[in-house]
C-alpha cells in the first residue's frame, strides 16, 4: 500500500504543479489582452477624432498623417489581439487549472478514504486508474494551451513561499 500511496502523491503534486503553472499562465493572457485592448481603444478613439478635425479642417503639413499614423497602429494592435487570441487562451488556462484542482481534491478525499481504512485494495486500484486517467486527459488538453519555463517557475516560487498549503511530506518528492 505505501507505493500506491506514494503514486498517489506523485500524481497530486503533478496537479498542484499543473493547476498553479495553468493559472499563472491565464493571469499572463489576461494581462496580454488588457496591454494590448487599452490602447488600441484609445487609439481608435483618437483616430477618428483626430480624421474627424482633420476632415473638417484644411490642413497642412504633418498633421494630416497623423490619423494614417494611428489608424496603422490601430491595426497592428487589433491584428496582434486578434491572432494571439488572449483572451480564450486564458480562459482555457483557467479552465485547465480548475480540472488539476478538482483532481487534486479528488486525490485528497482518496487519501483521507485510504488512512481511514473504509476502501479495499481492488477499490484503491480502481480509483487511482480513473484519477490517472483523469489527468492523462488534462494533460492532452494541455497541448493546446502549452505554458512556459516562466509560468512554471512562478509556480514553484509560489509553492515554496507558502501560496499553497501543503506540508513537506505531500511535496517531498
Known amino acids: 500500500m505505501e507505493t500506491t500511496l506514494e503514486k498517489l502523491r506523485r500524481i497530486k503534486v503533478d496537479c498542484l504543479y499543473g493547476k498553479k503553472k495553468h493559472f499563472n499562465a491565464a493571469d499572463r493572457h489576461e ?3 488588457y496591454y494590448l485592448g487599452i490602447p488600441l481603444t484609445l487609439i481608435n478613439i483618437l483616430t477618428g477624432t483626430v480624421l474627424f478635425y482633420v ?3 484644411d490642413t497642412s503639413g504633418l498633421l494630416k498623417y497623423i490619423p494614417i499614423i494611428f489608424a496603422f497602429i490601430a491595426a497592428l494592435l ?3 489581439q486578434t491572432y494571439f487570441n488572449f483572451n480564450k487562451s486564458a480562459e482555457g ?3 485547465l487549472g480548475n480540472r488539476y484542482l478538482a483532481t487534486m481534491k479528488t486525490i485528497d478525499r482518496l ?3 485510504i488512512d481511514d481504512k473504509l476502501l479495499d485494495v481492488t477499490e484503491i486500484i480502481s480509483k487511482l486508474e480513473n484519477i490517472a486517467g483523469e489527468v492523462d486527459e ?3 488538453d494541455a497541448e493546446q494551451f502549452p505554458t512556459t519555463k516562466k509560468d ?3 509556480a514553484r516560487q509560489g509553492i515554496e513561499g507558502g501560496e499553497e498549503d501543503y506540508t513537506s511530506k ?3 518528492l
Do not use: A, C, V, W
Request: charged share 20%.
Open 93 to 95: 488556462h483557467r479552465r
Open 31 to 33: 494581462n496580454n489582452h
Open 78 to 80: 487589433s491584428g496582434f
Open 111 to 113: 487519501q483521507g478514504y
Open 170 to 172: 505531500e511535496l517531498n
Open 55 to 57: 476632415l473638417t479642417e
Open 152 to 154: 512554471y517557475n512562478l
Open 138 to 140: 488534462i494533460n492532452k
